[in-house]
């Protein structure tokens, strides 16, 4: 896919949709924080379902360590892998307060050595949180880029190399949010809507005649 088709896509889609935002309920880099670490493997309905009654009680490190584990594991049972996601953000909470005085730090090395921190919740701190053009590929991101040919790779970190060298830079800090969305209602695993797809027509995935 050339540069000019790129940049029409990353239009559409700003045209569409001019401030994306995450769907996960927040109202700190903490609450965010605490919600992608959950998210894992959990849908964003799911996740914001527990958050919305555990950040009612607790929505920063030290009250998630005065609410201590057993009783966060209440608020989150509801998720998958609730009782070593809960594990996680308990050892996060105790480092935030103890190296960081209780903020989330905004630097990639401070985040991934969090507990439950990989580098695509790293990736979505930065972007979400504090405004950096990062993307996080997650599998909708990942079945997008490949699926259309904006950036193709074997890996999730191949694509989000090839996604921060190819979008353009004014559509970067927004991509993450546009691409996820795409791939969320639109651009779907077994049944994409090509037939209403906004880039139906940039989109170079040879099977689209067949949901057409």
């Avoid at 607790?58 to 360590?65: C, F, H, M, R, S």
């Amino acid at each position: 896919m050339n540069r000019q088709k790129r940049t029409e896509i990353f239009e559409r889609f700003r045209k569409q949709n001019p401030k994306p935002k995450t769907e996960l309920k927040h109202h700190n880099p903490f609450e965010l924080l605490v919600a992608v670490i959950l998210s894992a493997q959990a849908t964003d309905v799911g996740v914001n379902k527990a958050t919305t009654k555990l950040f009612k009680v607790a929505n920063t490190p030290e009250a998630i360590l005065a609410l201590g584990l057993s009783k966060l594991k209440r608020y989150v049972r509801t998720i998958g892998l609730y009782n070593a996601k809960a594990e996680n953000i308990m050892k996060t909470s105790r480092i935030l307060v103890k190296e960081h005085g209780g903020k989330v730090p905004s630097d990639r090395e401070s985040l991934e050595r969090l507990p439950g921190v990989g580098r695509k919740t790293a990736n979505v701190i930065l972007n979400t949180a504090f405004g950096q053009p990062t993307i996080a590929v997650d599998t909708h991101i990942f079945r997008v880029a490949n699926r259309t040919g904006i950036a193709p790779g074997k890996n999730v970190l191949e694509v989000e190399m090839k996604l921060m060298k190819f979008i353009p830079e004014e559509f970067k800090k927004n991509a993450h949010h546009w691409l996820i969305l795409h791939g969320r209602y639109v651009c779907m695993a077994r049944k994409p809507l090509c037939g209403s797809c906004l880039i139906e027509d940039l989109c170079e995935w040879k099977q689209k005649k067949d949901y057409l």
